[in-house]
């Protein structure tokens, strides 16, 4: 453990320094020697320190920062430490690393999304807009639009019909 800290010591002094190719071997022994020990969560911090000080230096020409901070965020993210997840993703964004996702809402076409589903199926058994709000805790306004979308998209003209087509076949 001593040599692990010591080593991310000296990246930390020589990064300061102005020398990050110096930091930059400094952090990955530092992260291998936390690797080993093993101290998943120290490792995937001087990775991304390492990734941080080599998109610093040289931008995002230089790959093994990319790789780093990518390997970081992989390693906090089954960690559960959110917040250095997003910090490591935010760092990539700044440098105008593309993101693994595009920005926004993620785009569901003419399938039903999640919610538009739920609110389908509640509509379909005969709550009205008020009920579901109040069920979904959402505003009868937006349970309006998820369920004029469902319809929509699955080509129906009423809630009645969307109350018979969300019903399981019989098949006797």
Not at 20 to 31: S, V, Y
Not at 36 to 65: D, I, K, N, Q
Not at 76 to 93: C, H, I, K, Y
Not at 146 to 172: T, W
Request: proline letters at 5%.
């Amino acid at each position: 453990m001593a040599a692990a800290a010591l080593a991310w010591c000296r990246a930390l002094i020589t990064e300061a320094a102005g020398q990050p190719e110096q930091a930059l071997d400094h952090f990955h022994r530092a992260r291998d020697a936390f690797a080993a020990l093993p101290r998943p969560y120290e490792a995937a911090l001087t990775g991304e320190a390492a990734g941080h000080c080599a998109l610093t230096a040289w931008g995002t020409a230089g790959s093994t920062a990319v790789d780093d901070l990518r390997a970081a965020e992989c390693s906090l993210e089954e960690l559960g430490a959110v917040w250095d997840v997003a910090r490591a993703r935010a760092t990539l964004r700044a440098h105008h690393v593309e993101d693994r996702r595009p920005p926004g809402r993620p785009g569901y076409g003419e399938l039903l999304s999640p919610r538009e589903e739920e609110v389908a199926a509640l509509a379909g058994s005969g709550l009205t807009n008020r009920e579901i709000a109040a069920t979904l805790h959402l505003s009868p306004r937006t349970v309006e639009q998820h369920v004029a979308r469902a319809l929509r998209k699955l080509g129906l003209r009423s809630r009645l019909d969307l109350g018979r087509s969300r019903q399981p076949a019989d098949d006797s």
